[in-house]
């Protein structure tokens, strides 16, 4: 008898552990352990946040599949390991010592027919994987319409083919853009229809010559500013035409910029979007940027974007919503911040926590007039480039200032169209969804834009680029902090000795600026000796 009841009590114990257990714990976390996971674009920027999270999260995932290509002469096993030994993964790695042995490379390659992928490891993925996050794509502005499209488009609709083949496949997460529709003020989380029929513009392409797509590339794309947005726009839809097949959701995020707590705060391994514009702002190259002081800077957080990418992927699998579902993955609608209060907290950062070797003192003139940006350009740009050129021509080094100018107006000139306007996205299913997770999972998962405190938040990304990106220690920073103090005198000593130049100049060519200047001297002599006099009179 006292056996069974003691069998009894251990049992409801059990029971009533196991109850609080689960209601502490996080449905997403908890939905991903045993699963397997398939993601594209795994080795990019956002690709790795995503696997780092998955993996700590989740530590019991069954399987994280990721399709690399080789690159840079680099087999994909190469790219892998020395992928997982990137400090991103620093976290996992104290958490789960061998989170590696759950990541399983699969060599492909987006852009050829059936990905690349060989059968061996098509039926591998077919017969396996539950979730597929499609993050990989050309995010280039530049990128040629032709190699756009077969990435962005084709390499798309060709994982929508293999993922409809999947047998165990419950949720299928597509990584857009927010400015797929920017030739649109409001954006609402609905798939516009597409400008052309796609399957018209790829077979288009695929015949015509190369050099012909570029001239005619500005009229394809119409209203888009570049080959990039208008290839996202095309293959949301193309994903769309799949959602009687697939469990699919899309995910848009606006300008993906450091992270904001994990796996660091101020965590970036790109020079992509503001991130190459605020190094060269902190590196005292960039003087002058074209932007709209106070257009909203949609900028939004690493982490934040997986955390979402995550729960939306918890949320197609498990709830299933009877419609497709589009989330809108921004901060403006909700926690606005203006590209004028961007620069100023990126120039205050950078004056006490300076970058190494800098060209010259932060400072950034932010306008939106062309013609102001232009004289800043050749003022603060150009002239100190063609100066600093001629120096090192003169110490017998090759001159690259100008080269690096001349890349950062490309550069500039392709980011306007961004810095320049606002966008009205509206955000009710991230906000439906944030309402439909538990404290746990809203605290493991967060997406709260809301709680963001964007002075920090750039402080953060600054110390993170120059930490992450730079690899500069912050030991560094009282040399850093002389450096610039040894540019503002070099710049004190240059304006000084500019200015009696140009006034030297002037007074040879007008009595008027002789008059005046002998005017001066005289008043300052006379003010000097009753000085002199007073103090002796003093004594
Ligand atoms: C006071 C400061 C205030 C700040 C003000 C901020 C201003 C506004 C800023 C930003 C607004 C952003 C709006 C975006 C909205 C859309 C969002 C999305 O949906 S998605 C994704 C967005 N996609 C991109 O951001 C790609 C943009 N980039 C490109 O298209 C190209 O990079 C491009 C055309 C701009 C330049 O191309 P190339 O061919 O000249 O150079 P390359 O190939 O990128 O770089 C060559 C090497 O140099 C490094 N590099 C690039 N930038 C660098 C830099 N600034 N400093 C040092 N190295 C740099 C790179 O890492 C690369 O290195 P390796 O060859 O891979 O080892
Ligand atoms: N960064 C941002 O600001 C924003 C990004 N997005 C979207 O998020 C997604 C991820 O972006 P992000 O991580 O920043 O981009 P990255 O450029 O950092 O990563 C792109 C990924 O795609 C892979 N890839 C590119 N070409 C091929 C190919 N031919 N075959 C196989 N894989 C390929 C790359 O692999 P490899 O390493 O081999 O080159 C890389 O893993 C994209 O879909 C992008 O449109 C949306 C909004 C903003």
């Not at 999270?53 to 599949?65: D, F, G, I, M």
């Not at 982490?303 to 990418?309: A, H, M, Y």
């Given at each position: 008898m006292q056996v069974v009841n003691n069998h009894k009590r251990y049992h409801l114990q059990e029971v009533r552990r196991r109850t609080e257990r689960e209601s502490t714990m996080s449905s997403i976390a908890a939905y991903y352990n045993r699963k397997t996971v398939l993601i594209t674009g795994a080795t990019g920027f956002m690709g790795k946040v995503l696997m780092?999270?998955?993996?700590?999260?989740?530590?019991?995932?069954?399987?994280?599949?990721?399709?690399?290509?080789?690159?840079?002469?680099q087999s994909m096993q190469e790219r892998v390991a020395n992928m997982v030994k990137s400090k991103v993964f620093d976290r996992v790695r104290e958490d789960c010592p061998h989170f590696q042995e759950k990541i399983k490379p699969i060599n492909a390659e987006l852009t050829q027919p059936n990905l690349a992928i060989s059968a061996k490891d098509s039926q591998e993925l077919l017969s396996r994987v539950n979730v597929v996050f499609h993050c990989a794509a050309t995010i280039r502005f530049d990128e040629p319409l032709k190699h756009a499209l077969l990435l962005n488009v084709m390499g798309t609709q060709q994982l929508l083919l293999l993922s409809r083949q999947m047998q165990k496949l419950e949720a299928f997460i597509h990584v857009s853009t927010a400015y797929a529709n920017c030739n649109r003020r409001n954006i609402d989380e609905v798939i516009y229809p597409p400008p052309v029929e796609i399957k018209?513009?790829?077979?288009?392409?695929?015949?015509?010559?190369?050099?012909?797509?570029?001239?005619?590339?500005?009229?394809?794309?119409?209203?888009?500013?570049?080959?990039?947005?208008?290839?996202?726009?095309?293959?949301?839809?193309?994903v769309q035409q799949e959602k009687d097949h697939l469990n699919v959701a899309i995910i848009r995020p606006s300008i993906v910029g450091a992270s904001w707590h994990e796996p660091f705060p101020g965590w970036i391994d790109n020079f992509n979007g503001p991130s190459g514009m605020i190094i060269a702002a902190g590196k005292g190259i960039l003087q002058t940027v074209k932007v709209n002081n106070d257009a909203v800077a949609d900028l939004i957080p690493v982490?934040?974007?997986?955390?979402?990418?995550l729960a939306a992927g918890w949320y197609t699998a498990v709830h299933r919503p009877k419609t497709m579902m589009v989330y809108n993955c921004t901060t403006g609608g909700i926690n606005p911040f203006c590209w004028g209060d961007i620069g100023y907290h990126v120039i205050s950062t950078f004056k006490r926590n300076p970058l190494e070797q800098a060209f010259r003192i932060p400072s950034a003139q932010m306008t939106s007039n062309h013609l102001i940006n232009q004289y800043w350009i050749t003022v603060s740009h150009k002239a100190p480039a063609m100066l600093y050129d001629f120096y090192l021509r003169l110490t017998g080094r090759k001159p690259r200032m100008m080269k690096i100018f001349n890349r950062l107006h490309k550069s500039m000139m392709l980011l306007e169209y961004f810095t320049t306007q606002s966008w009205e996205w509206s955000s009710e299913n991230m906000n439906m969804l944030m309402a439909q997770l538990s404290p746990e999972d809203r605290r493991l998962f967060n997406f709260d834009v809301r709680q963001l405190h964007w002075s920090e938040y750039i402080e953060n990304y600054c110390i993170g680029a120059k930490k992450y990106l730079l690899n500069e220690d912050m030991s560094g920073i009282p040399a850093a902090k002389q450096h610039l103090r040894k540019l503002r005198n070099i710049q004190y000593a240059f304006n000084t000795t500019l200015l009696v130049i140009i006034w030297r100049i002037f007074i040879a060519r007008s009595q008027m600026a002789r008059n005046i200047w002998y005017f001066v001297v005289s008043l300052c002599y006379k003010f000097l000796s009753y000085f002199r006099a007073s103090s002796t009179l003093r004594h």
């Open positions: 780092e999270k998955l993996l700590r999260s989740s530590p019991n995932v069954e399987a994280v599949y990721i399709l690399v290509r080789p690159k840079a002469g018209k513009l790829c077979d288009l392409v695929e015949w015509l010559d190369e050099s012909i797509i570029q001239e005619i590339t500005p009229k394809l794309i119409g209203d888009w500013p570049n080959t990039y947005t208008y290839t996202k726009a095309l293959a949301e839809y193309l982490d934040v974007v997986i955390n979402l990418i």
